[in-house]
């Protein structure tokens, strides 16, 4: 009977392409010599490379090592590099789901490794219900992803500060507002740059003869063009103008209905416009951004050729949000006389940085925010709002908010008195509910905050929660801090502490649903810290002070987990346990994975991964 080594080598590189990479290097190439070699082909590695993985960190610059001659690139040590890769951050995710010790650090070094992980993190986010520890591990790969995809965006809108006034790179800058709320889909910012190169090609398609235009019709054709597709603008704007949805470039992209904001629909405009050639910027008109266009060097927009070399640049104005047609420069200039504009109103006629884009879209975003916040008497209609492709929510709503603070300090000069304007606020958020960033923080906020800090003539004592130093010092010791244990051991604190970690209850008065995640049986001293207290709810959950002559009565308390907060205070007296799964809000589901491994719905508990502090429950 013939055996595999009878076959010509064509025959046996045929089949290598059916053998796992992994079985190729543990089994094959330890074959013999010849089985070595032809399976340590280039080639055959490459094809390992594309169907193996489908994200790569860029320093690997894979797009250009796929059009390379395969003899070029190393594959199969490639290969290696990224499996290990894998294995590193499958060894990291385990450690982190086993100890919240170090939890902080682990998923540094997940996030540092930035795509190269992605691959294995999306395995773990669709996990199957039948994980064991289903909840905590979507939870944290969940977490070390958006980790990551902050990480390009911050580092994105940092490429700018050398460079403030470059009008290019608009898709990338607006696009990484997405990468904030973008979670586990496809729409990255490599994703919204093919897309406008489709758009693109699908205009010259579409449109013949646009070699043959001059500037001016080239650009009227494709605001037309756009339009006709439902690719800027919105439905009803009267009524949809704040949803979130529009204020981000990507979803503009994305969505069957491609609603935009008129900043996005112009930032649409003008990606596409550079593609085709045209020299194109946002314009940063007071209340509605325009596209501007302008002509090329030496012709004026209708193409006759410029008498003056000396001459500025003829430029056109357009509306994508709202019109197919040309805004005349006196439209514009009328405008800014109403609004009250009339000194330094050039400057709204003028391309504008990408910068000064993304800080309106900031704006924007914030304003959506206070707009849904505002909307307290049409519940359907703040869903409507708050509503993305993917992600809960009201998780999304304050990402996409925490997106604009990022871009505010990245954003604007640390010269200027206010750059700390919103710095205080934006590290209580920090601390409180990206703690996971903390990586971003020290690469990025931190050389921004120094160099404020000693720009200052008078300096002040920046201490605690003003200072970006000490935020990072508290989190490191709180990751690094041993448990403390509670036990069970007496029947004094079976009998006083009456519920236990993972049970879900509503609050007595505020109706509140949350999940217990701590408890003391004495007091408030032993319980996990930090935790925090709501301020409306500060009577009720402090020490009863003795009346004269008597003891005060000792209260039992727990810190709970809610979709707002990691752990708050509660008292057992405005407790009242639930045994229906259908009243638990969908978010606490995905937030349970920070402190539970999965849910029990014949018991409606969750199964608690703090035995290290609370061995008993």
């Not at 597709?229 to 439905?235: F, I, W």
């Not at 130093?469 to 801090?481: F, P, T």
């Not at 009863?544 to 809610?562: A, D, H, I, M, W």
Request: glycine share 4%.
């Amino acid at each position: 009977m013939p055996c595999l080594g009878d076959f010509p080598d064509e025959i046996i590189r045929h089949v290598l392409w059916f053998v796992s990479p992994e079985d190729n290097l543990a089994v094959v190439q330890h074959l013999s010599r010849r089985f070595y070699h032809l399976g340590s082909e280039s080639l055959l590695w490459r094809q390992y490379c594309r169907t193996s993985f489908t994200y790569w960190h860029p320093d690997h610059d894979i797009e250009n090592k796929y059009l390379a001659i395969p003899s070029s690139v190393a594959w199969k040590d490639l290969w290696i590099a990224r499996k290990r890769s894998t294995t590193k951050v499958s060894r990291l995710l385990d450690g982190i789901l086993s100890t919240k010790v170090g939890q902080l650090s682990k998923l540094q070094q997940i996030c540092l490794l930035g795509y190269d992980a992605k691959d294995y993190l999306l395995e773990q986010c669709h996990i199957a219900d039948s994980a064991e520890d289903v909840l905590a591990r979507r939870y944290y790969a969940n977490s070390a992803l958006d980790s990551i995809h902050r990480g390009i965006a911050v580092d994105v809108w940092s490429k700018y500060q050398s460079n403030p006034l470059s009008t290019r790179g608009l898709d990338r800058a607006l696009g990484a507002f997405d990468m904030f709320v973008l979670h586990d889909q496809p729409q990255d910012l490599d994703y919204i740059s093919r897309s406008f190169d489709s758009l693109a090609t699908r205009f010259r398609q579409e449109c013949p003869g646009l070699e043959d235009m001059s500037t001016r019709q080239k650009a009227l054709a494709l605001v037309r063009w756009l339009r006709a597709n439902n690719l800027t603008g919105m439905h009803e704007p009267d009524t949809n103008y704040r949803n979130l949805r529009n204020c981000l470039i990507g979803h503009a992209l994305s969505e069957d209905e491609h609603p935009s904001l008129p900043l996005i629909s112009s930032a649409i405009f003008c990606c596409v416009a550079e593609r085709l050639g045209m020299t194109s910027a946002c314009c940063s008109f007071p209340t509605h951004a325009h596209a501007s266009v302008f002509a090329p060097p030496g012709l004026t927009l209708d193409g006759v050729e410029e008498n003056n070399p000396n001459a500025e640049l003829e430029s056109m104005f357009l509306d994508p949000f709202g019109s197919d047609e040309e805004v005349t420069l006196l439209d514009l200039r009328m405008k800014l006389v109403e609004f009250g504009w009339t000194q330094t109103a050039e400057a709204f006629l003028k391309a504008s940085p990408v910068l000064v884009i993304v800080q309106r879209a900031a704006q924007n975003i914030k304003g959506a925010h206070a707009e849904i916040h505002n909307t307290t008497d049409n519940e359907a209609r703040v869903e409507e709002m708050k509503r993305l492709r993917t992600g809960h929510p009201d998780l999304n709503l304050e990402a996409a908010y925490y997106s604009s603070m990022w871009a505010d300090l990245l954003t604007k000069r640390t010269s200027s008195l206010h750059w700390d304007a919103n710095l205080n606020s934006f590290l209580n958020r920090f601390a409180l509910s990206w703690s996971e960033d903390a990586w971003i923080v020290e690469k990025y906020l931190v050389p921004l905050y120094d160099a404020f800090v000693n720009a200052q003539q008078q300096q002040r004592q920046r201490d605690g929660w003003e200072s970006v130093h000490e935020i990072l010092a508290m989190l490191r010791n709180l990751d690094n801090r041993r448990p403390t244990v509670s036990r069970r051991y007496t029947e004094e604190i079976c009998t006083r502490v009456r519920y236990k970690i993972g049970q879900v209850f509503r609050h007595k008065r505020y109706g509140y649903i949350g999940i217990i995640n701590g408890w003391d049986a004495t007091g408030t001293s032993s319980l996990p810290t930090p935790h925090y207290l709501a301020g409306e709810e500060t009577d009720e959950e402090t020490l009863l002070p003795g009346e004269y002559g008597r003891s005060r009565r000792v209260k039992t308390f727990y810190t709970c987990l809610r979709p707002t907060v990691d752990r708050l205070r509660v008292s057992q007296d405005n407790m009242e346990i639930i045994t229906d799964p259908s009243l638990i809000p969908e978010t606490l589901f995905y937030l349970a994975g920070k402190f539970f491994k999965r849910f029990d719905r014949d018991t409606c508990t969750f199964v608690s991964n703090l035995k290290e502090y609370y061995p008993d429950d």
